[in-house]
């Protein structure tokens, strides 16, 4: 049995780098039986409530798609410079706000992520999105009981916490999956204006939720009709700091009917306000990357090696993370190596992560794509944000891409962890997941 880099051609199997890459998980297990069993009509019926990796697989690939339609353009089409710039830009521009409304794209992400959650405990919901709301200014999360939001923060704080930051995690990893890709891909992609209003308008969110001229509705008298949160952060901040206050101590919705879900910044304590305030604050980490300003690659001395950095600041289930990430590309070696800085109250608790992507291998008459994943370090023990006291965290993770055709790679992705938070997981708890999928590349 010969293992080598090379496919049964002249082209050495390494150096195919697709100018567009698009992943399909088409299961993702067990969370598929956690929704299936949550909509409650069988295995399909799963797909009308897409784990987190399946929402930002559609919406990173709508993205992708477009922006490698706007770039084919701008490469084959012959016109005046200036005008053909300005089309470019323009259009690349008008394609990153309709993604903010439309059905599958980066908005609907946001919303799915914050449904995620609430399908791991059973909670059926709606999202907005799905109406292609173009201009409107709230869309949210519906069609959610507040008995289901009183047995989640009984059963799991963490996840109710988490629950509500859920929304813009789900945007930063998708800037990061984007970055990563036109990074090691030479795509080359115009994506960068995304990269700006996706952090703006992340950014701005976590500053707006500490504002005390908060606008809530008052006068919802359907509970279904309800957005499930009111403003994330200010309701995250609170049940930071409030792990063990039951959800229906909030008292009785204006209306008289239900929970009063939404706080407001005179709901906070000062400690609560200084804290969501300070975190407003590290989000200026988020634009700290050569590659927000159009920097893809640098060279890494003669050898033609590449190398490219992004810091990232998290709001998480206990607090937030602070990691510096590092994309290194020596050919045949794709690597991402993360520093992770994880903090809680007063907290310190570190971890590192390393990340070899699309490795290339061959087996006999088979070509792989070979990709891996190790995380190690500690989180707040229990996801707890008071404590000093650090937990074991632990992760693993293995892809394998086989190339069934050249532009064909069907692909089994297996992750294990223990208990902690991870970007883009659905899971606090430990943890094992398959997902088996498609990925096209052209």
Do not use: C
Request: charged share 20%; glycine share 8%; aromatic share 16%.
């Amino acid at each position: 049995m010969n293992v080598h880099i090379f496919a049964q051609s002249d082209i050495p199997f390494q150096i195919i780098s697709p100018g567009i890459k698009l992943d399909w998980p088409l299961f993702d297990l067990p969370y598929q039986i956690d929704a299936m069993n949550t909509v409650g009509h069988g295995f399909f019926s799963s797909y009308a409530n897409p784990s987190m990796a399946q929402s930002l697989a559609l919406s990173k690939n709508i993205v992708t798609g477009f922006n490698f339609g706007m770039k084919y353009f701008y490469d084959h089409v012959t016109m005046n410079e200036l005008l053909k710039n300005g089309i470019y830009a323009a259009g690349t521009s008008l394609g990153v706000f309709l993604f903010f409304y439309m059905p599958g794209a980066e908005g609907w992400m946001h919303e799915e992520y914050h449904r995620a959650v609430l399908t791991r405990f059973g909670a059926n919901s709606f999202n907005g999105m799905n109406l292609f709301p173009i201009g409107a200014e709230v869309v949210y999360v519906s069609a959610v009981d507040d008995s289901d939001m009183i047995r989640i923060k009984k059963k799991s704080p963490p996840d109710l916490v988490r629950l509500f930051e859920a929304g813009i995690e789900g945007e930063y990893v998708q800037i990061s999956r984007l970055q990563r890709d036109n990074f090691f891909y030479d795509q080359r992609l115009l994506n960068e204006i995304g990269y700006w209003f996706t952090t703006l308008n992340s950014h701005m969110y976590v500053l707006i939720s500490a504002s005390p001229d908060l606008d809530l509705p008052k006068d919802e008298v359907d509970v279904a009709s309800r957005d499930f949160a009111g403003y994330d952060l200010t309701t995250w901040v609170y049940d930071l700091f409030r792990p063990h206050e039951p959800y229906e101590d909030r008292g009785s919705h204006p209306t008289g009917e239900g929970v009063s879900r939404y706080i407001s910044v005179n709901d906070l304590t000062d400690d609560e306000l200084n804290y969501l305030k300070l975190q407003g604050g590290l989000q200026y980490l988020n634009y700290l990357s050569p590659m927000m300003f159009g920097i893809r690659t640098l060279p890494l001395g003669d050898d033609g090696g590449e190398i490219n950095f992004a810091m990232r600041h998290y709001l998480t289930s206990f607090g937030s993370d602070v990691s510096a990430q590092v994309f290194l590309k020596i050919r045949p070696f794709n690597m991402a190596f993360t520093l992770h800085n994880y903090m809680n109250y007063q907290n310190y608790f570190p971890a590192v992560e390393a990340e070899l992507l699309d490795y290339p291998l061959t087996i006999g008459k088979w070509d792989f794509f070979l990709s891996s994943r190790v995380l190690i370090g500690m989180q707040p023990r229990g996801q707890t944000f008071k404590t000093a006291s650090p937990e074991f965290l632990g992760l693993f993770g293995l892809r394998v891409d086989f190339m069934a055709h050249k532009n064909i790679f069907p692909y089994i992705d297996f992750t294990v962890k223990t208990n902690g938070w991870v970007a883009g997981n659905e899971y606090l708890e430990a943890n094992a997941s398959v997902k088996l999928g498609v990925s096209l590349r052209f």
